[in-house]
């Protein structure tokens, strides 16, 4: 049975968790570059809990668990730079993917993520799955990352909808609580995974 509602008048997705399992190489990419910048070990333990999150929130939880500034430029580009060299092993979130297929040319559908546009688009491209949506709403594009609502009131806005009349699909606590600050209602794919 669809999540979608009759109602339902545009679709919004999160990209990484939720359409595409790129957070293993994102997790890889992240301790890599840590360890690099602050010369210890990284514990892969260490990245759970964080994969919502934008870049610099995850470096403000980095400086203050270190208590000094690290190279955040540094830091962002070797990681994102591993991110791109893995993307032969990266795969789409098919249960997802295939809603997103579903409701293709039925309904504006928009990606609104906290990564960036040059990882967001890469990860979208390389699966096929750019071309599905009529927005791409990164970080990039917004002052505030999610947990703010701001990027799916501009992804709503770019689909020029209501915001109460789209769906977010979502993984991370940090979407949901924007969705919600967003009027939006959303759909925890994480039920969708273990159904």
Not at 28 to 47: C, H, T, Y
Not at 51 to 67: C, K, N, P, T, W
Request: glycine share 8%; hydrophobic share 45%; proline share 5%.
């Amino acid at each position: 049975m669809s999540p979608v509602r009759a109602d339902t008048a545009g679709l919004i997705f999160d990209c990484d968790g939720t359409l595409v399992d790129s957070l293993p190489l994102y997790r890889e990419g992240w301790i890599a570059a840590l360890e690099d910048a602050i010369e210890q070990s990284v514990p892969p333990e260490w990245f759970h809990g964080h994969g919502g999150m934008s870049e610099h929130m995850v470096l403000d939880i980095v400086e203050a668990r270190l208590g000094r500034s690290v190279n955040r430029h540094g830091i962002i580009s070797q990681a994102r730079d591993s991110m791109l060299r893995r993307l032969h092993v990266l795969r789409e979130i098919t249960v997802v993917a295939d809603i997103a297929r579903q409701y293709h040319g039925r309904l504006p559908m928009a990606v609104a993520s906290n990564g960036s546009r040059q990882i967001v688009t890469a990860c979208l491209r390389h699966l096929g799955l750019e071309r599905l949506f009529d927005a791409i709403i990164t970080i990039d594009d917004v002052d505030n990352p999610k947990p703010a609502p701001d990027m799916f009131l501009l992804a709503a806005g770019r689909l020029a909808l209501p915001p109460a009349s789209c769906l977010v699909f979502e993984d991370s606590r940090e979407g949901m609580l924007a969705a919600t600050r967003a009027g939006m209602a959303h759909v925890d794919v994480n039920t969708l995974l273990a159904g």
